[in-house]
């Protein structure tokens, strides 16, 4: 098959709004393999179509401290995932890492997103990015088994239950690998291009870590769809697009809403809609049979020219200039004397022809079944989908639910800047010392004024200030009081950037040295999992 006769039509809108074929990147802003920082996160609302995370706030039962202060900062269709936290629904959480060194305190945002969703009842999953780390940043064998014990190591310590959850890798899960398979199925070269800019030198095993990818996102739902989170930082969110569509490609029908046999675009359906409410109201509960040709006279001369009496009703069609008009328009003409109806369209797209055949039975109610797709006049659109869902699952099918997504802020750099793996003076490492972590908060780079008096006059800037973010991202953890605190002290100058780092130093030593305690603690527990963690390849 290839990408363009199956390609969604162009009303393929995902819930979010989002188009469903992926859009080329031609902003490199968001490069899942590129450095990590974000200049102007609300670009990413307007031109990405990530959502703003507080609006939906009031709809998480105890929202994460990462939640209440904006650090989780947008989402994508988290809503189902909220819904099914609010209703105790089943639903998951995944996310992965490259293991390319070690895990250090960004990582353990994601690592607190993964067990906080597990603690309110998700499955939760988290794995090792061993093959994009392989194919994409090209670590051997032997540095990725070392660095992914590390990993696991501190995601067990943090609380991940792994009796609730899995931890996999990538290289060892023959499943997954099946699913990557036959997701690359719908997804070809150029689309890869558009989306990550690869050309004729990236190599295969780079765009198989994509398939794969998307098989780990997916992955959660393969024993049953579910709403599923993936928690990351935002240069993934290309992968996101690409799953999200994906998700829907494999799909066997599509639900639409429609009111006559002919298919419709989004725009066109808009205009059917409006027809509709129109003329039910000039039709007016008589018995008056709402024609096509009605529909076709309203849409072109308005109100007036509809004719509801006469015998063979007839349409001049004009000249419009709006292009959806124009060809809906054109639709109704030679839908004639068809009935002008609200349905409900289950639309074949890849389905069994067993599996259509079980869609058709299971529509109850007033039906209309034609070549590749079935109209139900009783059942709505979210009841329409529960039913497609499920008769795609009995047939075989995945059923996928497209997958959410939460982003969070990147962490400033301790010395300023961006925060990087490659700089240790930049980031702390769960590994490091808790004497070196002290050292490092110590020595970080401030928000504070040249002098005290400045200081005291004109307050801190708490908001440019790396040792904040500590406070917020990490050292508070779930006290507000303190977080407030500090930012209120320091803006109002009654805080110096001294005894602050003083104190966060020190709770940067406690967290680093309990840390590690519970490390040592996890070991016996990795080591009951069935986690192959010396692969022994070349
Ligand atoms: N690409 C991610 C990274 O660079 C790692 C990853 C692999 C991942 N599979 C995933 C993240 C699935 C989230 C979900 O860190
Ligand atoms: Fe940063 Fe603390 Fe100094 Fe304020 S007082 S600028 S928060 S180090």
């Known amino acids: 098959m290839t990408r363009d006769t199956d390609a969604p039509a162009a009303d393929d809108v995902l819930p979010d709004g989002g188009d469903a074929v992926a859009e080329g990147a031609d902003d490199v802003a968001l490069d899942p393999w590129g450095s990590s920082t974000v200049a102007d996160y609300r670009k990413l609302f307007e031109e990405f179509g990530i959502e703003e995370f507080d609006q939906l706030l009031p709809e998480v039962p105890k929202p994460h401290y990462l939640m209440r202060r904006g650090v989780i ?188 046999s002919f298919e419709a675009d989004e725009g066109e359906r808009a205009l059917l809609r409006e027809t509709w409410d129109a003329l039910d109201e000039l039709a007016d509960g008589d018995d008056t049979t709402v024609r096509c040709v009605h529909a076709a006279q309203y849409l072109a001369h308005g109100e007036a020219a509809v004719d509801f009496e006469a015998d063979r009703p007839t ?89 959410s997504s939460i982003y969070h802020r990147f962490m400033t750099g301790l010395t300023g800047g961006k925060m990087s793996s490659s700089v240790p003076a930049s980031h702390i490492s769960l590994l490091d010392d808790p004497a070196d972590g002290y050292d490092k908060v110590k020595a970080a780079t401030t928000g504070g004024r040249e002098t005290a008096e400045k200081q005291r006059e004109l307050g801190g800037e708490a908001d440019d200030c790396p040792v904040y973010e500590l406070y917020a991202y990490l050292l508070a953890n779930d006290d507000d009081d303190l977080a407030t605190e500090v930012y209120e002290e320091c803006v109002g100058g009654e805080r110096l950037c001294g005894g602050c780092k003083e104190q966060a130093a020190e709770l940067m030593r406690e967290f680093l040295a309990d840390h590690q305690e519970k490390r040592e603690e996890a070991k016996e527990l990795l080591a009951e999992l069935d986690i192959d963690l010396d692969t022994d390849r070349a």
Do not use: C
């Not at 501190?154 to 690998?177: H, K, M, T, V």
């Not at 292009?323 to 809906?328: K, L, Q």
């Not at 002008?340 to 797209?349: E, I, V």
């Open 315 to 403: 349409v001049d069609v004009p000249e419009l200039e709006e292009s959806a008009r124009a060809s809906v328009v054109a639709k109704l003409q030679s839908a004639g004397m068809e009935p002008f109806r609200p349905r409900t369209r289950f639309f074949d797209r890849q389905a069994t022809d067993e599996a259509f055949e079980g869609l058709v039975d299971a529509v109850e109610g007033e039906k209309r079944v034609y070549e590749g797709h079935v109209d139900s006049f009783d059942l709505d659109v979210a009841e329409a989908e529960e039913l497609a869902r499920q008769v795609e699952v009995d047939h075989g099918g995945y059923g996928f639910i497209p997958p």
């Open 73 to 260: 900062f947008g989402h994508r269709d988290y809503r189902p995932v909220a819904a099914a936290m609010r209703n105790d629904d089943p639903f998951a959480v995944l996310s992965g890492f490259m293991p390319t060194g070690d895990p250090h305190i960004g990582h353990k945002l994601v690592f607190d997103e993964i067990i906080w969703h597990q603690e309110r009842g998700g499955d939760a999953y988290g794995l090792i990015a061993d093959l994009e780390a392989h194919s994409a940043r090209g670590l051997t064998w032997d540095e990725i088994d070392e660095h992914s014990r590390d990993y696991l190591l501190s995601l067990l310590a943090l609380g991940f239950d792994p009796d609730e959850g899995e931890l996999y890798r990538q290289s060892d899960n023959r499943e997954l690998q099946d699913l990557a398979f036959e997701l690359g199925s719908e997804a070809n070269y150029s689309e890869l291009q558009a989306i990550y800019g690869f050309d004729g030198e990236t190599d295969v095993s780079h765009m198989q870590s994509v398939v794969t990818q998307m098989a780990d996102i997916l992955y959660p739902q393969l024993d049953e769809p579910k709403p599923t989170v993936i928690p990351v930082g935002p240069d993934q969110d290309p992968h996101m697009r690409l799953a999200r569509d994906l998700a829907i490609r494999m799909r066997y029908f599509k639900v639409t809403e429609a009111y006559a």
